[in-house]
């Protein structure tokens, strides 16, 4: 049971190139979201998805794309990368409960550094 | 709207003192609060969750949780601190029945030998 998985672990890009980073989860979680961290700011939700096939904004979505096509894969995409998009990126899911807010499980991160 | 409020920003103790790191939280309904922990080049672990009943949660790695609904606050205790929780600390607060989670902007601790 590897729980959350992240692929890469770091990245480098160039001002205007693309990458997909890839979030994969083995718990059979409904819920997954990607976050990005950056210093003094703690973590805020770029864009998260509440099943297969759905996705959602979060609080700073401008410049990124999600897909969920599989229940167990969540990517988030950048088409033209910037400098602001420099940051450790994180993977989280969680499970569907009635009645509860639901305890979030993280993936290791992924540092992306735009130059 | 939600918000969560974490006033300090860094704090140092030293190794077998104890710890408290404030968490204020902004929110209309019953809250759902939880507090993580990050350690360096890591992801988020649970430490503890409240979610109903006894204000005083234990956690993992000796770390409890008092939920005071009179001072919206969700402080995070440790007795004597080890040097291994050097980290950083994310409180977060979230709502009956929805999918996210608000997260505070972190305390990071360092521990003296």
């Known amino acids: 049971n590897a729980g959350v998985t992240q692929t890469p672990k770091f990245r480098v890009l160039k001002t205007g190139q693309s990458m997909t980073l890839l979030c994969a989860q083995d718990m059979n979680h409904e819920y997954m979201y990607w976050y990005r961290q950056d210093p003094g700011m703690g973590l805020r939700l770029i864009h998260y998805?509440?099943?297969?096939?759905?996705?959602a904004k979060g609080e700073v979505p401008d410049g990124y794309n999600v897909s969920r096509l599989k229940k167990q894969n969540f990517l988030l995409g950048l088409e033209s990368a910037a400098p602001s998009q420099t940051s450790v990126y994180f993977c989280a899911s969680s499970y569907l409960a009635e009645g509860l807010n639901n305890e979030q499980f993280f993936g290791p991160g992924t540092r992306l550094t735009v130059l | 709207a939600q918000s969560v409020t974490q006033p300090d920003i860094h704090i140092t103790v030293s190794e077998g003192a104890s710890l408290e790191l404030r968490c204020n939280y902004s929110?209309?309904?019953?809250?759902?609060l939880f507090w993580y922990v990050q350690s360096p080049g890591q992801g988020l672990q649970l430490l503890l969750k409240y979610f109903s009943g006894d204000t005083l949660v234990q956690g993992i790695k000796g770390f409890e949780a008092e939920f005071k609904r009179s001072q919206s606050s969700f402080n995070l205790r440790k007795p004597s601190v080890h040097w291994s929780d050097a980290a950083e600390y994310f409180c977060?607060?979230?709502?009956?029945?929805?999918?996210?989670?608000?997260f505070g902007t972190g305390t990071r601790l360092q521990v003296f030998p």
């Open positions: 998805s509440v099943g297969e096939g759905t996705t």
């Open positions: 929110y209309g309904a019953t809250p759902y």
């Open positions: 977060a607060v979230g709502a009956y029945n929805t999918d996210k989670l608000i």
